[in-house]
């Protein structure tokens, strides 16, 4: 009798240690495929990115500033920048929003460089905001690229003021600010709709991804 | 919200954001050009000419609404004289403007002997709302340099400021504080030409420092100089749009339209090299 239980005890435990082998061959080939999945994710979502500055760039700096349409160029890639920052979060938001700014002023005549801090603090700050307080909705993308071109207009005349001698303050909120304040909002939605269609793809839930 | 400012990633990026206005402004102010803003310009400016391009289809297009009238009218007259004269047109709009441009070209060359030209086009313009500049399709490679005229044959556009590989930045004369030397045709009297932030947008520039009893009316043509080390002496700047004399002081202010419409620029020349010619005040007067 006692033998035969020690028989059969032995028997269980060969099996279970296989069972256990094989479930975890299966997980660390499930893990494989998520980490595989996740870099070519992360590869796709730059080379989107990457894509959406380079054409939001050209459209400001060709067809928006040939027609000047409310007398202004509008100021694409603030509200890019911000999409991109809500979408992805702070820290995509934060380095697309330098990659923005050193390509829009390379690309554009600026002597002076002023972009990078307030495009890289409204990615950022977008980006955490969507992802502690408030749900990204179109009501919260309004507002935030709202106060940043408020922001901006500081910024413009900043640089107004470094590069202009004897400007006179009205003329330069009449001529400038105010103009390229109106165009930016006007045509903010571009920016945000196409980079929200571009990203879309990446946000699916995990599950629907593995299959 | 206090920790979105307090992690290490944000003080990392705020560094780099900080360089990134930096040192392109610093090098810009010394005109060097920053190797990375050199690669960016060196990558999308073939880009940038697919995009102008696109541009002008669509200037012609919003053209078809705006100038609707204008166009049919036309329309009209060039069916009469089709009709009269049957003739078929065989060159397409882009070349005929091509032809014409070239044959400016030529004119000018015949004009200035002493200049040597370079044909460029414009791929990309400003991106703020602060300045008056463009972008064109030569740079070094081709031999372009900083501070080189740029001209169309109805007149001076600018001065080169930047230059990369195979793109270069051109700084208008409209461009608040830059300024050309500058003299009356019909009075030889003497100004200096300067941009000004609340004319720039209607193509117009202030003509200083004309003698109080200068003759000069409207429509009297402003040519360059040759004072300063940038343009050449007689190109044309523009044409005086305004004169007022304040009663008082006697002193003039006068506008000048500029000869070359900057809304619509998409090829100019590069002067790559001209005889630098010594003129004094007594010259210009004999």
Same mark, same amino acid.
Not at chain 1, 166 to 180: S, T
Not at chain 2, 82 to 93: F, M
């Given at each position: 009798?006692k ?6 005890? $032995? ?11 094989? +479930?975890?061959t299966?997980?660390? *080939? ?17 080379v989107? !990115? ?22 202004a ?32 002023? *390379? ?5 002076? *460089?002023?972009?990078?801090?307030l ?12 992802e502690?307080? &408030? ?13 940043? !071109?408020?922001? +901006? ?30 165009? *930016? ?6 920016? +945000? ?8 793809? &990446? +946000? $699916?839930?995990?599950?629907e991804k593995?299959? | 919200?206090? /920790? @979105? ?6 003080y ?14 610093v ?10 803003? #050199?690669?960016?310009?060196g990558?999308?400016?073939?880009? /940038?000419?697919? @995009? ?15 100038? @609707? ?7 009209? /007259?060039?069916? =009469? ?8 047109i ?25 200049y ?23 740079g ?16 001076i ?27 009356? =045709?019909r009075?030889? #009297? ?5 941009? #000004?932030?609340?004319? %720039? ?33 007689g ?19 006068? /506008? ?24 004094? %005040? ?5």
């Amino acid at each position: 009798m006692k033998k035969r239980d020690r028989m059969l005890m $032995k028997s269980e435990t060969v099996i279970s240690e296989k069972e256990i082998d094989l +479930h975890r061959t299966e997980t660390r *080939s499930l893990r494989q495929r998520i980490k595989a999945i996740i870099d070519a994710d992360i590869a796709a979502r730059l080379v989107v !990115c990457a894509l959406l500055l380079i054409f939001f760039a050209l459209l400001q700096t060709t067809i928006f500033a040939r027609f000047r349409i409310l007398g202004a160029i509008p100021d694409l890639m603030l509200p890019l920048t911000i999409a991109v920052g809500m979408t992805e979060r702070g820290r995509w938001g934060a380095i697309f929003g330098i990659a923005a700014a050193f390509v829009i002023e *390379s690309l554009g005549a600026a002597t002076v *460089s002023v972009l990078a801090p307030l495009y890289m603090l409204a990615g950022y700050l977008a980006g955490c905001l969507t992802e502690e307080l &408030f749900r990204d909705t179109p009501a919260t993308r309004a507002a935030y690229t709202l106060a940043a !071109c408020f922001v +901006h207009i500081f910024f413009t005349l900043f640089t107004l003021y470094a590069t202009v001698e004897e400007l006179r303050f009205g003329d330069a909120m009449r001529l400038a600010v105010l103009p390229e304040f109106l165009a *930016s909002l006007v045509f903010a939605p571009i920016p +945000h709709v196409i980079a929200w269609l571009a990203l879309k793809p &990446f +946000h $699916k839930p995990r599950e629907e991804k593995v299959q | 919200m206090k /920790q @979105f400012f307090q992690s290490k990633f944000f003080y990392i990026v705020t560094v780099i954001a900080l360089l990134f206005c930096i040192v392109p402004t610093v090098l810009a102010s010394m005109g060097a050009t920053f190797v990375l803003r #050199d690669a960016v310009n060196g990558l999308l400016t073939p880009f /940038q000419k697919f @995009f102008n391009y696109a541009a002008d289809a669509m200037d012609g297009f919003a053209g078809y609404f705006t100038r @609707f009238d204008a166009l049919v009218e036309e329309n009209n /007259q060039l069916r =009469e004289e089709v009709a009269e004269l049957k003739t078929q047109i065989y060159d397409s709009t882009e070349r005929e403007e091509m032809y014409a441009w070239m044959a400016d070209f030529l004119e000018m060359k015949r004009v200035h002997t002493d200049y040597k030209m370079l044909a460029a086009s414009v791929t990309g313009r400003e991106s703020g709302n602060y300045s008056k500049a463009l972008t064109i399709d030569v740079g070094s490679s081709a031999g372009v340099e900083i501070n080189m005229p740029v001209v169309t044959s109805e007149g001076i556009v600018g001065r080169v400021t930047e230059v990369g590989h195979n793109w270069a930045k051109v700084t208008t004369i409209v461009e608040p504080n830059s300024s050309v030397g500058a003299y009356v =045709e019909r009075t030889n #009297d003497l100004g200096v030409c300067r941009g #000004d932030f609340s004319l %720039a947008a209607d193509g117009l520039i202030r003509l200083n420092y004309l003698p109080g009893d200068s003759e000069a009316a409207v429509g009297d043509r402003i040519l360059s100089s040759g004072y300063g080390s940038v343009y050449p002496r007689g190109l044309v700047i523009g044409y005086i749009d305004s004169v007022e004399i304040n009663p008082y002081t006697r002193s003039m202010t006068v /506008q000048v339209k500029c000869a070359a419409d900057y809304s619509d620029l998409s090829r100019v020349m590069v002067i790559t090299d001209y005889d630098i010619t010594v003129v004094s %005040a007594a010259d210009l007067e004999g």
